[in-house]
């Protein structure tokens, strides 16, 4: 209880802080702010939240959040001066859309397994979303037009095996990777810059299917890929320095043996 009310504290006490921002007296570049110049800073912010949660930085997550949060609201603060809703509108409307489709938790649906109700989530998703004639949304409708293409890859496939339209084992996956980066090779060999970028998505959007179905998130994958390479090349630079050179400088053997010596000591 003690917590719940810390947090409701903190939260009006944001809220005083956007309002009196955005007062006459306010700031005058937040005085000018509008939910179309808010939208990307929204994107920044959230990829600045996943970099520290992924890193495991938790003070920079605590920072971060904060910076997400105060974003959120000031989208609610804008959107309510212009007289369209609150925030508690919207907290409603998803508190609504919740309870809604986990019938498993606030009704008296029982599902099987997992697959099970993420195909019921999926039909009670396009539901909400009738077309012009009254009938469901399509199966992607509801995909947003400007993911990045890796977590869009995902979940492509994630809403195509919800309808049922996908490998049957996954082993018929791994099957189609190895013909993807066949056909890749053999675009690189004999065709053009244009079919090579073709088989190329091929064999990546294929890829994300089969770690989709490990649990694996291909962007999550790559983004810890890239922090890794970037934690040892920067141990790698360190080494180099303290014997006195530049890595750049260094022949590919050096840097070779430096790589090894860094991944080394990560385990």
């Known amino acids: 209880m003690e917590q719940n009310t810390a947090n409701e504290r903190a939260l009006t006490e944001l809220n005083k802080v956007i309002a009196h921002l955005t007062a006459e007296n306010g700031c005058p570049w937040d005085k000018e702010q509008t939910p179309e110049s808010l939208a990307d800073y929204v994107i920044e912010e959230s990829h600045e939240l996943v970099a520290a949660i992924r890193q495991g930085d938790v003070s920079s997550v605590c920072e971060e959040l904060g910076d997400v949060a105060f974003l959120l609201l000031f989208l609610a603060h ?3 001066k212009k007289g369209a809703f609150s925030l508690a509108d919207a907290l409603t409307v998803n508190k609504e859309k919740m309870i809604r489709r986990h019938p498993h938790v606030f009704g008296e649906t029982h599902f099987e397994n997992r697959d099970e109700q993420l195909k019921t989530w999926e039909q009670i998703k396009r539901a909400e979303h009738k077309d012009a004639d009254g009938a469901p949304a399509g199966v992607f409708a509801s995909l947003p037009t400007g993911l990045p293409s890796l977590i869009k890859a995902y979940r492509i ?9 996908t490998w049957d084992k996954d082993t018929d996956v791994e099957q189609q990777v190895e013909a993807e980066w066949l056909e890749w090779l053999d675009a690189c060999a004999n065709e053009g810059e244009e079919q090579q ?3 190329l998505g091929d064999l990546v959007f294929t890829l994300a299917e089969l770690g989709r179905r490990k649990g694996i998130k291909i962007n999550e994958a790559l983004d810890l890929a890239n922090i890794r390479f970037l934690r ?14 530049d890595i750049t400088e260094l022949t590919q053997d050096e840097k070779d043996a430096l790589w090894e ?4 000591e990560e385990q």
């Open 78 to 80: 804008l959107y309510q």
């Open 157 to 165: 496939h994630s809403k195509a095996a919800r309808a049922g339209f």
């Open 197 to 199: 970028k073709h088989e």
């Open 232 to 245: 040892r090349f920067e141990r790698m630079e360190q080494m180099a320095r303290q014997d006195g050179h």
């Open 261 to 264: 010596k860094a991944k080394a």
